[in-house]
Structure formats: C-alpha cells, structure tokens
C-alpha cells in the first residue's frame, strides 16, 4: 500500500458515521448489507449513508454489488488488511513483535 492510499483510508475512517459503517460491515461479514439495511441499523439517513459509502469504496475499503434491485455493501477485508499492515510494516525495528494486545477492562 502506497502512503497516498493509506491516508486516503484513514481520511475516510475519520469520520463518526463513515467509522460506524465500516465497523458494522466488518461484524456482519463478507456477506455484506444492503445500503437500506445499514441505514437503518445506524440511523443514518440515506442521502447521508450514499454519501459516507462512496468515500469509504474510493478509500478501497468497501466494495459494493448489485443484487437485484439491491446494493449490497460489504467490508473490502484485503483492504483493511492492507492498510494495518502498512501500519505495522516496520513495528518492533523488524524483531518479533513487543507490542502484546491490549486487555479489557474489568
């Protein structure tokens, strides 16, 4: 991944309802949800939703197909994936990973 298409990613994630539809694609899988289902589920409008999914699929970060009169949005996982290892190309000067998970909170 190119540092041009990785801020393009982070750009497009730096957004409350762009962050939300993402996230939501990623949970409901490769399956995807169609444009009025995710309006829903989130409360965004779909004017609004048309608008956030159109910069999250030119960021590479959703893909979209046509199921009859439907669109169906799904989370681009090489994308995704793409980004977080730029993220963490050079992590730890190249030796085995020190960085251990955060744990939740009890």
């Known amino acids: 991944m190119t540092s041009t298409a990785a801020i393009a990613a982070l750009a497009a994630l730096a957004q409350e309802s762009r962050l939300a539809v993402f996230r939501l694609l ?3 899988g490769p399956e995807g949800m169609a444009a009025t289902k ?3 589920a989130l409360g965004i409008a779909p004017s ?3 608008f956030h999914l159109k910069e999250l699929a030119h960021a590479d970060l959703v893909t979209a197909s046509k199921a009859g009169r439907s ?17 963490t190309e050079n992590c730890c000067a190249g030796a085995p990973c020190c960085v251990t998970a955060p744990t939740e909170p009890s």
């Open 71 to 87: 669109i169906i949005y799904a989370a681009n996982y090489a994308g995704m994936h793409g980004l977080l290892a730029f993220l």
């Open 26 to 28: 990623v949970q409901t």
């Open 38 to 40: 995710i309006a829903e």
């Open 48 to 50: 609004s939703l048309s």
